[in-house]
């Protein structure tokens, strides 16, 4: 029948289509790339860390991320880019696992958490919903994650 015809060249097209696209929602899009734009990035590499990483820091910062600061439910409560919001995201959030993220500086994730990364779900984060401070714990946490 001619309908079922142009349903299963339909389906076909779709699926081919889904094949041929660049990239799929939940995955990470070239991680280890810069995420500050290029004439941020010297001031923002300047930023340093007011916190020492002690087990207390980084627990607080643990805290803040899996509660008020929200950053788990796009990257997962153990931060692996799993959390059930970033899996419909295009591209997907960071795995903070990934060890080659220990070259990139606080100062750049500090940008990102402040300014967010244009044309993504990473929205900006402080001051409106953590501070700056806090923001500075739970980047302690994130780093005790890139092994
Ligand atoms: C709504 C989902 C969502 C939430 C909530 C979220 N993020 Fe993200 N985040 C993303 C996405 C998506 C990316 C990857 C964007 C890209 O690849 O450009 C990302 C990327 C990042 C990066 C990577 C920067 C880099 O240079 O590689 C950092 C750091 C980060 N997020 C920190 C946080 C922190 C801290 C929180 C909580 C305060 C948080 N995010 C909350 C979606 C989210």
């Known amino acids: 029948m001619k309908f079922s015809k142009l349903i299963l060249a339909l389906a076909l097209v779709s699926f081919v289509g889904v094949g041929v696209a660049q990239s799929e929602p939940g995955k990470e899009k070239d991680p280890l790339g810069p995420r ?17 990483p002690t087990p207390e820091n980084i627990a607080r910062g643990k805290a803040l991320y899996n509660g008020k600061a929200t950053c788990f439910t796009c990257h997962g ?21 990934n060890k080659g993220l220990s070259a990139k500086t606080d ?40 092994k």
């Not at 692996?80 to 696992?97: C, E, I, N, S």
């Not at 900006?124 to 302690?140: K, N, Q």
Request: charged share 25%.
């Open 107 to 146: 100062g750049e994730f500090m940008y990102v958490i402040q300014n967010g990364i244009e044309g993504t779900g990473m929205i900006s984060y402080s001051p409106g919903i953590v501070t700056e401070e806090e923001a500075a714990l739970i980047l302690l946490f994130e780093r005790s994650l890139h």
């Open 36 to 52: 500050v734009p290029a004439d941020d990035m010297e001031e923002a590499k300047e930023w340093t860390n007011p916190f020492k």
């Open 77 to 97: 409560n153990e931060g692996k880019g799993d959390g059930v919001a970033g899996a419909a995201l295009d591209p997907g959030p960071r795995d903070f696992t």
